[in-house]
């Protein structure tokens, strides 16, 4: 089968790495890239784009007509941290944004669809270390709470309609080609810029607040290896939990200097992304991702650090 597919949200961190993993795949013509602004460089330059609003029905259901997708990943949503200032429009986006897709994927027997989870579907009484793919799960962001909803929403649509979802439970994401768009772990990518353009960086984070994090080039691994999975070998239609690695901003710090030996890290006084990084996991168990599609992480923390300076320091 000759797959055509579309990717929703495509500048985002995710969406502007993803579009050229696709089209290395499978083509560039194959692979439609759409957002709701103008498309930044990266994806302009490569292949086809369409403007896409995931909230007009109408604007939408014309792109999958036009296209007749085989694959949709949709990846525009609000993130943790501008959520918490925007808690409407978080979840509008969100779920809204989310069941138009499904509506439209069952209509248009698209035959997969991936949209991203995260860790932030744990909450304060999850356990702590290692959270397992299954326990108390008590998110409290409006982000945590959509992506939670959402992961039903998907496990529901396999149910009901035998639509193909598949999903992860991304860790924080850390890549140099785009930039994180209102999170809780951008720091991760930030403290790389400034270690390159200025010696220094004030993490918003706690010196001590360990989050599970993971290199880009893990996360799109992860993600083309579980659509290529066979459907036969998947027992999760919520979302998998993925563990990357697990660091805080002073072990990340730490790693730089080795580097950059001047780099200097300092510590806000208070942020309102502590409460929510204090709210999610420290490290994950994903168990589920490893037996039923092979799951290896390959960067650990040195090689994260080497990757984001070295190719940081080409481009800024
Ligand atoms: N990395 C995201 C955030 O910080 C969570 O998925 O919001």
Redesign the pocket.
């Known amino acids: 089968m000759t797959e055509k597919i579309l990717v929703i949200g495509a500048n985002g961190q995710i969406g502007t790495e993803l579009v050229n993993a696709l089209r290395n795949v499978y083509g560039a013509e194959q692979v439609i890239a759409s957002d709701i602004h103008d498309p930044v460089d990266a994806i302009r330059d490569t292949g086809p784009f369409e403007f896409v609003n995931v909230l007009d029905n109408d604007n939408l259901q014309h792109i999958f007509q036009k296209h007749q997708p085989t694959q949709v990943y949709l990846l525009a949503a609000i993130?943790?941290?501008v959520g918490e200032q925007k808690p409407k429009m978080a979840w509008d986006l969100n779920m809204t944004g989310l069941i138009h897709v499904l509506d439209l994927a069952v209509e248009f027997k698209v035959a997969k669809v991936f949209w991203p989870s995260?860790?932030?579907v744990f909450g304060p009484h999850s356990p702590q270390f290692d959270t397992p793919q299954y326990c108390v799960m008590d998110p409290n962001t409006v982000?945590g709470f959509s992506k939670l909803a959402g992961e039903r929403w998907c496990e529901y649509y396999f149910a009901k309609h035998g639509l193909d979802v598949r999903s992860i439970r991304?860790p924080?994401?850390i890549g140099w080609r785009a930039n994180?768009g209102g999170?809780?772990?951008?720091y991760a990518v930030h403290i790389f810029h400034e270690a390159l353009k200025t010696g220094k960086y004030e993490s918003f984070l706690s010196a001590e607040t360990a989050l599970p994090m993971m290199y880009m080039d893990d996360a799109i691994r992860a993600t083309l290896d579980l659509m290529n999975a066979p459907a036969e070998s998947l027992t999760i239609r919520s979302a998998y939990n993925l563990a990357g690695i697990s660091f805080t901003p002073t072990q990340l710090a730490e790693e730089i200097k080795k580097i950059i030996p001047g780099f200097e890290i300092s510590y806000a006084e208070s942020d309102p992304r502590q409460a929510i990084a204090d709210s999610w996991p420290k490290s994950i168990d994903d168990s589920y991702a490893q037996k039923d599609w092979g799951w290896k992480l390959e960067y650990d923390l040195p090689a994260i650090t080497a990757g984001m300076l070295t190719n940081l320091k080409k481009i800024i």
């Open positions: 993130l943790s941290a995260s860790i932030a982000y991304y924080g994401l994180p999170g809780t772990t951008d």
